[in-house]
């Protein structure tokens, strides 16, 4: 999905590799646990969370939340991107 902020977001979280693998240019900050990781290891998460889609009355919610600034972003590893969707599920 080609959303500006959500490459406002990526790039407010990210720094040069300094390690010895060569094809990594750039790594990422988790919002959760502070670790630095690799592109494919992060994904950009809502942090207020977007919703349901059970009734037709949602679709307009839905869509205004999924389709928000980069205020309402934030770039997530994918153990803390699950545990947070877990959460999000109970």
């Known amino acids: 999905m080609k959303w500006p902020p959500k490459y406002d977001v990526m790039n407010a979280a990210k720094r040069p590799y300094k ?3 060569k094809r990594r240019r750039f790594e990422y900050k988790c919002a959760s646990c502070k670790n630095w990781k ?3 290891e992060v994904s950009v998460d809502h942090i207020k969370e977007c919703g ?3 009734e037709y ?3 307009p919610r839905f869509v205004e ?3 928000c600034e980069a205020d309402n ?3 997530l590893c994918k153990t803390c991107h699950d ?5 999000a599920k109970k």
């Open 73 to 75: 972003l934030q770039v």
């Open 38 to 40: 690799k592109g494919s």
């Open 19 to 21: 390690g010895s693998d």
């Open 57 to 59: 009355s949602d679709l």
């Open 52 to 54: 349901s889609l059970k």
């Open 83 to 87: 545990k947070k969707t877990q959460e």
């Open 65 to 67: 939340t999924l389709f």
